[in-house]
């Protein structure tokens, strides 16, 4: 079963507004933690984000954003005025307990291209 | 900034040869993880390794796939007999501890291209 989903198709954004890129996930344990990766072209992996299920409040990164909505099972990525250099595949991930499984699990990504 | 250096960056291969994709994780992490991308789809976990052995491995980490962490600093991923199908991007990673995000490092990945 997919843990993780992200629907959206590509994107165009233009430059200097926000963006969301949704994400939903599925777990039935209630310690996980949720993570955002960018892709740009060039291929690398790029960390952007953290929520700890536990955590109370919403994380912030600079420009991004995490909107958590724990009952909801969802993990939105907002990206504030938006950059040329943002466009990129964008990852959602999770990692989940039991504890010495530590992998993460992705999505199949968001494609944002950011227009001048 | 702290980086997983990977190298190389690009290798092509014949079919049926071995390859092995080097990683060198940063310095005082303690768990170590190789993923793939085959390319236009999901980054897929293959193994993790904690304490010089494997803690966890996916169905896709079958007996051609081999992991090492030969001296201190680097990590390996070996494939022992590449086929078409392993063309991918593989990533290293590391982290610090299990249970806190910031800790995943991902390094720029190794496009592998069988032929």
Redesign the interface.
């Known amino acids: 079963a997919q843990k993780i989903t992200q629907t959206q198709p590509g994107m165009f954004v233009q430059e200097k507004e926000a963006v969301t890129l949704d994400c939903t996930y599925d777990t039935s344990d209630p310690s996980y933690g949720l993570f955002w990766y960018k892709q740009p072209s060039s291929g690398e992996m790029i960390f952007l984000i953290y929520q700890g299920s536990y955590d109370q409040q919403n994380a912030t990164e600079g420009r991004y954003s995490l909107n958590f909505q724990k009952a909801r099972k969802s993990a939105n990525l907002v990206i504030s005025a938006s950059q040329l250099g943002d466009s990129a595949m964008y990852f959602c991930a999770m990692r989940e307990p039991p504890y010495g499984n530590n992998r993460l699990a992705f999505g199949k990504g968001n494609q944002v291209v950011v227009i001048p | 900034e702290p980086e997983v250096t990977q190298t190389p960056s690009h290798q092509v291969t014949q079919m049926g040869q071995e390859v092995i994709l080097r990683c060198v994780p940063i310095s005082n992490h303690l768990?170590f993880?190789w993923?793939r991308q085959i390319l236009g789809?999901?980054?897929?976990?293959l193994v993790?390794f904690y304490n010089n052995e494997i803690?966890?491995k996916?169905e896709i980490f079958d007996d051609q796939f081999s992991v090492e962490r030969p001296d201190g600093s680097n990590f390996t991923l070996k494939i022992r007999s590449t086929k078409l199908e392993d063309s991918a991007?593989y990533?290293c990673?590391s982290?610090e501890i299990?249970?806190?995000?910031?800790g995943?490092?991902?390094?720029?990945?190794t496009?592998l291209t069988v032929v």
């Not at chain 2, 789809?41 to 976990?45: G, I, S």
């Not at chain 2, 299990?98 to 910031?102: L, P, Q």
């Not at chain 2, 995943?104 to 990945?109: A, D, E, L, R, V």
Request: proline share 0%.
């Open positions: 768990y993880y993923y789809q999901k980054v897929e976990f993790s803690s966890e996916s991007m990533f990673a982290s299990r249970d806190r995000g910031s995943y490092t991902f390094g720029s990945g496009r």
